[in-house]
Structures are given as C-alpha cells and as structure tokens.
C-alpha cells in the first residue's frame, strides 16, 4: 500500500510545482509584454585583421617577438626562427642545443638570453646574417629583456637583488639605470623613459626613470600591487591587482598628466604590449587565455583570438603575434590589423530590429530615418543597395553629419536635425572641375524645362523621371545638358546622375541613376576599380 500511495502521490506533487511554477511565470513575465524587442547589433571594430601567419611548429615556443616587417620565435633547443613577414620567407638559424629565451628585436638585431654553466649571457646577431656576439657576460642570472629603438635593458642580479642595467647598440656601450640593487621585477622602455616593477613598502610600486633628466618618478597605489609595465609615445599601461587576488584592473595612464583610464577589470590580465594606439594583453575572462586589444583612437577594446589557448601577445607597428597552445601543438598567428573603413562588409545583426534591413548582396544595412527616406523614395529600385553602414563625416567647412553612400547616391542628415535626411551634392562633387556649356535661357513647356539657377534645360525621358521622383527637392537642378558617356546618354544633376537604359523603349523604365555612389568610394580607395561594372 505504501508502494501505491507514493506513486499515486508523487504525480499531483508534480503538477502543483508545475502550476505554480506557471503563474509565477505569468507574473514575471507580464510587465514585459508588449515592450519591443531591444535592438543588438553587431558592434563594429576599429580594425580588421590580415592575417600574416598561421604555423604549427609542433613544438612548444620559448619565445616569439616581432618588429612590423618579420617575425622570429625560438623553441626549446634553442633553434632561432625568422620569417619575413612580406613574403613568407623563413630561416632556420642555429642547429646547436643551447637554451635560448626572452627575444627582442633592436635596431635591425635580433637579441636574446643564452644561459651558460656559470649565468646567463645576452647575445645578438644581425638580421642581414653574419656570427652572433655577446652584448653582455658574466656570473649571475640576467632576464626581462626589452628594447626600444638601439636600447637595450635587462635586470642583472647583484648581491640580494637586481641592478636595471642595459646596453646602447649604436654607441656600444654599457648602461646602467638604476641605484643599489633591490627586488625589481618586470621592465618597460621607451625613448624617454626606462620603467620597471619595484617592491617598496610592502607592495609592488612602477619606477620611472627618466633617460634625460636622469630622475625617478614613483607610480604606486596604497592598497594594490601595480604591475606588468608597457610604454609608448607618452603612455603607460599596467595592472593594478590587489595582494592576494589574481584579477586585477588593466590601467593606460596618459604619463604627462597623470590621467587613468579602465580598460578592463575584474579579471586576470597578463603580458600587456603597446605600440602606437594599439593596445594588447592576454585576457582570461573566459576562464582560458585569450587575446585582447584597446584602439586608443576609438576608445574601443575587440578580442583577437578566443578560441584557442592563447598567450604571450608581442606588438610591433599594427602586426601582432600570439602563440596558441593545443593538447598536442603548438600555433603562432600573427595578424595585421587594418583600420576599418564604412565600407567593410558587415556581420548580420544577432538579434533582428524591425528598423533595419539588413542586405547581403553587398553586406550591408540601412537603418532609422536613412530607410525611410530610402524607402519613401524609391528604394532599390532608385538608389540600389548601401555601399557603406551610416557614418560621420566632416565636410570642407569642418561641420560633421552622419553620411551613407549607396550604390546609386550618397544620403546625408542634418546636422541640426538627425532626422531629416537628403541626397547630398555628389553629382556636383564627382563633376568638379568639369566645364558644361549652358544654354540660352527659353521658356519652359511641359516637354521641355528651363532652370535659370543653373543655365540648364531638362526634357523627354529625363524631365519625365525628374518629376515622377521627387524633382529639385531629391535630385537638385540639371548641372549639365545631354552628354553621352560610355556609349550612355546621360545628364548630371546636383545629387546624382540620370542614365537611359540600353535598348529601352518604355519612359516609365527607360531611365535610371548611375552608379556615382560607387563610383565615389572608389574615388576615395574604398572600394576595387573592377567594382563600378554595371550591371
């Protein structure tokens, strides 16, 4: 009977959770109803990426540097590997089993660690060939090589702690930054400035040396480590991490006026390199190492590589390297970033927005009062499919409006008034410097149309789709006569450019716009020459 009773029992317990696991769902859910679905579209970067190299060696990578022109990377016995970044060209230097780390590229040298029975030496070769040489030898361990421009600089143990010390490779001589030895740790480097991890006072602080002034300047927060110093043209990035805790905050601080700015935080950030406006770290907010990137002119960070283990980033120009780690391989990717033009093509949008129309013959959308005014004035059929997604553009004047080309035409919002939109003059831009000869002024009939505002004159086919579409408050005046181009008669107007269809004999169908918007992004590079083939 007990049997019986529970299985009896246990169903009606189930339906009363889930009754009130309905109702509760009403309830939550109820407030939202009718609320529009929220817009997510993809979020466009500052760059694209080209990518230079995809190698598996099938070994582990001791050590990867790169300077924007070639890339070199050593592997546990201690086999040096270059390759040109131009061309793929790669070389293979060094047969002998020695341990090798820590690479740096340097005025045109290719340096390194080499460790010895009695310490570590720092050796370089040249990149056009020739013997290696000793920079730096002797007893004690030498590590966090760095350079910038001819400079050399490396920490030297010395006594109960480190001396930064380096080398000028241009002068060949010796250098030496700091005072009496002291627990120091990571090294960063600039023209200006030698930086470098220091423990003081019970936490990690960064030291600024000054190269010309021959001064310190002390970079510290009172309840965290500062740490992983990276340097170029007047910043400085780091991660502030408090004691005990492996997430930290990644900082760019602008080093003349002090100004911080948060790049990420609340997870672990490693290995950050900078160079130019570009920003890059190993970044574990996915509970794996991936690698991260900050455009300082956009003010926009952008993964470059999540799906694999990825670590160790290096930096040189707008190329940057990782080495991805496999359970049985090892990968180096370097990558070009380029910036992005409007004219890129673009993702689809994740989440669908009844605003936008998204086109993937051209990859592109249209979206907001740009699609209305596309849509109420002929749409495809008039103006073809966006060439560009919506972006700001500065005029001669300096005044800044939002813009998008199309295959046929060019819209643009009022800068006082987002929401009104128009063509913009690109018939009279692409026709600048072009001499039409006006015409005597007559009076206008219904088959033929004077405008004195320009000394032009409209008429047949062209008067007919002028009218039908909108006339001087879409297209704007004639700004020439009939003229035949490319076997095409056509007529320029302020905002576009009239064409008859070959082999038309319907008025109705006869005429359409030629493909100056097009025609204008290859004007600027944007788009390929082979690209304006009409269709």
Same mark, same amino acid.
Request: aromatic letters at 8%; proline letters at 7%.
């Given at each position: 009977?007990?049997?019986?009773?529970?299985?009896?029992?246990?169903?009606?317990?189930?339906?009363?959770?889930?009754?009130?696991?309905?109702?509760?769902?009403?309830?939550?859910?109820?407030?939202?109803?009718?609320?529009?679905?929220?817009?997510?579209?993809?979020?466009?970067?500052?760059?694209?990426?080209?990518?230079?190299?995809?190698?598996?060696?099938?070994?582990?990578?001791?050590?990867?540097?790169?300077?924007?022109?070639?890339?070199?990377?050593?592997?546990?016995?201690?086999?040096?590997?270059?390759?040109?970044?131009?061309?793929?060209?790669?070389?293979?230097?060094?047969?002998?089993?020695?341990?090798?780390?820590?690479? *740096?590229?340097?005025?045109? /040298?290719? %340096? !390194?660690? &080499?460790?010895?029975?009695? @310490?570590?030496? =720092?050796? $370089?070769?040249? +990149?056009?060939?020739?013997e290696p040489f000793t920079i730096a030898t002797g007893p004690g361990e030498r590590t966090s090589l *760095?350079?910038?421009?001819? /400079?050399? %600089? !490396?920490? &030297?143990?010395?006594?109960? @702690?480190?001396? =930064?010390? $380096?080398?000028? +490779?241009?002068?060949?001589?010796?250098?030496?930054?700091?005072?009496?030895?002291?627990?120091?740790?990571?090294?960063?480097?600039?023209?200006?400035?030698?930086? !470098?991890? &220091?423990?003081?006072?019970?936490?990690?602080?960064?030291?600024?040396?000054?190269?010309?002034?021959?001064?310190?300047?002390?970079?510290?927060?009172?309840?965290?480590?500062?740490?992983?110093?990276?340097?170029?043209?007047?910043?400085?990035?780091?991660?502030r991490r408090v004691a005990g805790h492996t997430a930290g905050t990644l900082i760019l601080r602008d080093?003349?006026?002090?100004?911080?700015?948060?790049?990420?935080?609340?997870?672990?950030?490693?290995?950050?390199?900078?160079?130019?406006?570009?920003?890059?770290?190993?970044?574990?907010?996915?509970?794996?190492?991936?690698?991260?990137?900050?455009?300082?002119?956009?003010?926009?960070?952008?993964?470059?590589?999540?799906?694999?283990?990825?670590?160790?980033?290096?930096?040189?120009?707008?190329?940057?390297?990782?080495?991805?780690?496999?359970?049985?391989?090892?990968?180096?990717?370097?990558?070009?970033?380029?910036?992005?033009?409007?004219?890129?093509?673009?993702?689809?949008?994740?989440?669908?927005?009844?605003?936008?129309?998204?086109?993937?013959?051209?990859?592109h959308s249209t979206v907001g009062a740009f699609r209305q005014f596309w849509t109420a004035n002929g749409?495809?059929?008039?103006?073809?499919?966006?060439?560009?997604?919506?972006?700001?553009?500065?005029?001669?004047?300096?005044?800044?409006?939002?813009?998008?080309?199309?295959?046929?035409?060019?819209?643009?919002?009022?800068?006082?008034?987002?929401?009104?939109?128009?063509?913009?003059?690109?018939?009279?831009?692409?026709?600048?410097?072009?001499?039409?000869?006006?015409?005597?002024?007559?009076?206008?009939?219904?088959?033929?149309?004077?405008?004195?505002?320009?000394?032009?004159?409209?008429?047949?086919?062209?008067?007919?789709?002028?009218?039908?579409?909108?006339?001087?408050?879409?297209?704007?005046?004639?700004?020439?006569?009939?003229?035949?181009?490319?076997?095409?008669?056509?007529?320029?107007?302020?905002?576009?450019?009239?064409?008859?269809?070959?082999?038309?004999?319907?008025?109705?169908?006869?005429?359409?716009?030629?493909?100056?918007?097009?025609?204008?992004?290859?004007?600027?590079?944007?788009?390929?020459?082979?690209?304006?083939?009409?269709?």
């Amino acid at each position: 009977m007990t049997g019986n009773c529970t299985t009896i029992a246990q169903p009606r317990w189930l339906w009363r959770q889930l009754l009130l696991a309905c109702c509760v769902s009403i309830f939550l859910l109820a407030p939202l109803a009718g609320r529009p679905t929220p817009s997510v579209l993809a979020e466009t970067r500052p760059y694209n990426t080209a990518q230079l190299v995809a190698t598996t060696p099938g070994i582990p990578i001791e050590g990867i540097a790169t300077d924007g022109t070639i890339l070199v990377w050593l592997d546990p016995r201690g086999a040096l590997y270059t390759r040109t970044l131009a061309d793929g060209r790669e070389t293979r230097l060094f047969d002998n089993d020695t341990q090798r780390s820590q690479l *740096t590229l340097a005025a045109k /040298t290719i %340096v !390194w660690l &080499e460790r010895g029975a009695t @310490g570590t030496t =720092v050796r $370089g070769v040249a +990149l056009t060939g020739g013997e290696p040489f000793t920079i730096a030898t002797g007893p004690g361990e030498r590590t966090s090589l *760095t350079s910038s421009g001819s /400079t050399l %600089v !490396w920490r &030297e143990s010395r006594g109960n @702690g480190w001396q =930064v010390v $380096g080398y000028d +490779l241009s002068s060949q001589r010796p250098l030496t930054f700091s005072a009496a030895p002291a627990a120091r740790g990571v090294i960063a480097l600039t023209e200006e400035a030698v930086i !470098w991890e &220091e423990f003081r006072q019970n936490h990690w602080v960064l030291v600024s040396h000054d190269r010309h002034a021959n001064q310190e300047t002390i970079i510290s927060s009172d309840n965290a480590d500062i740490i992983a110093p990276a340097a170029d043209r007047g910043v400085l990035a780091y991660v502030r991490r408090v004691a005990g805790h492996t997430a930290g905050t990644l900082i760019l601080r602008d080093r003349q006026s002090g100004k911080e700015q948060t790049i990420t935080e609340g997870n672990l950030v490693l290995r950050p390199s900078i160079a130019g406006d570009l920003l890059v770290w190993e970044d574990w907010r996915d509970g794996t190492p991936g690698i991260y990137a900050f455009d300082r002119a956009s003010g926009k960070s952008f993964p470059l590589a999540r799906a694999e283990d990825s670590r160790n980033p290096v930096i040189g120009g707008t190329v940057v390297a990782w080495v991805g780690r496999g359970q049985f391989s090892t990968r180096i990717t370097a990558v070009r970033l380029v910036k992005t033009l409007p004219s890129d093509p673009q993702d689809p949008p994740t989440v669908s927005d009844p605003d936008l129309r998204y086109f993937p013959e051209t990859k592109h959308s249209t979206v907001g009062a740009f699609r209305q005014f596309w849509t109420a004035n002929g749409g495809l059929a008039v103006f073809g499919y966006p060439l560009t997604e919506a972006f700001e553009e500065t005029d001669p004047n300096g005044v800044k409006r939002q813009v998008q080309y199309f295959e046929r035409a060019k819209l643009e919002a009022n800068p006082q008034d987002p929401k009104q939109v128009a063509l913009a003059r690109l018939g009279a831009e692409m026709t600048n410097g072009r001499n039409f000869p006006m015409v005597p002024p007559f009076d206008s009939t219904d088959q033929r149309a004077y405008f004195a505002q320009t000394g032009h004159s409209l008429s047949g086919w062209f008067l007919t789709y002028w009218r039908d579409h909108g006339g001087v408050n879409v297209f704007g005046f004639p700004i020439s006569e009939e003229v035949t181009e490319n076997g095409r008669l056509v007529q320029y107007f302020e905002r576009a450019r009239f064409e008859v269809v070959p082999d038309s004999s319907d008025p109705s169908s006869g005429v359409a716009l030629g493909q100056i918007g097009r025609e204008a992004l290859v004007k600027l590079g944007w788009l390929a020459p082979e690209a304006t083939t009409q269709p």
